[in-house]
């Protein structure tokens, strides 16, 4: 099977758009998005709301629902967005399989752009967090230094949050990458392993990286469900990611975010070292009241 390549959106504009190949119902598959989160993922998650009092959840990145659903069951009141209907459908079906529980019945689960969000979820403003997780960002491919499609995504995902929210986003270590020439393969998100190996690419244009393209040997889901370990099928998934270093993101929220803020910066989970194994980058931003 050749890889199958996926190219998000990189429009300002969505009538510019091409279409969203998240929307092809293979990708769901291919993508591990029906596997179980980990169990200390899932705590992180937690801690991270509940330490700070958080109920209320934008999900802006939410895929087929697997962190809404966590939120839902520890009974935060939660909207769920994305523009892949391929993976909303599932989301959808999971709100509909759990119809006599209370907390699922209020699930709100919405299409949305992330450069239209403030349109797309007219009055949806006033969250006490925003979540973009799941390596979502650095999948929408921007242009280094400048970063304008970063800085749009960020400012509407601000706007979307009550005075002293929290900003929760993700994103591959990409130093490793460019600066040491390899790829980190480690399981974080997943209870199991969903990426049987992994390799990258860097591509420059004028002399400077623009973009990696990563290849996922990633375990197929044969079934319509959580994939369980003899799930067996693999499959490479390639995916063009923004060669950009972790602290020149932090920098991007802080500026957008402005003063007063409290910014903590975690590494696979813990306090953020300089341990070249990371293989998830987590930035918590939030404006002080």
Partial sequence: MPPFYIEMMCAWDKEKCSGNVFDDPEAVSKLGALAKRSSEYEKWLLHQLKSR???????????????????LNHGMDVVSCDDAEAMLAHARKERARMKDDLRFNRWDIRRANWFTLLEDLPGYGNFDAVLCLGNSIFCETDTIPKLPLYRQCVTNFM???????LLLIDHRNMDSILDRGFAVNKNVYHEINTVKSLSANVVEKDGS?????????????????PMGENDGKVAPVTVQLTPLHVHKFGDLLKEVFGENINYTLFGDLLPFNEDSETAFFQHAIEKTK
């Avoid at 109920?55 to 809404?68: E, I, Q």
């Avoid at 706007?159 to 929210?165: D, I, T």
């Fill in 209 to 225: 990286p623009s973009l990696v393209e990563m290849t996922f040997d990633m375990i197929v889901s044969t079934q319509d469900g």
């Fill in 159 to 165: 706007s979307m949050l009550k005075p002293g929210g």
């Fill in 53 to 71: 009092g958080r109920k209320k959840v934008l999900d802006v990145a939410c895929g087929t629902g697997v962190d809404s659903i966590i939120l």
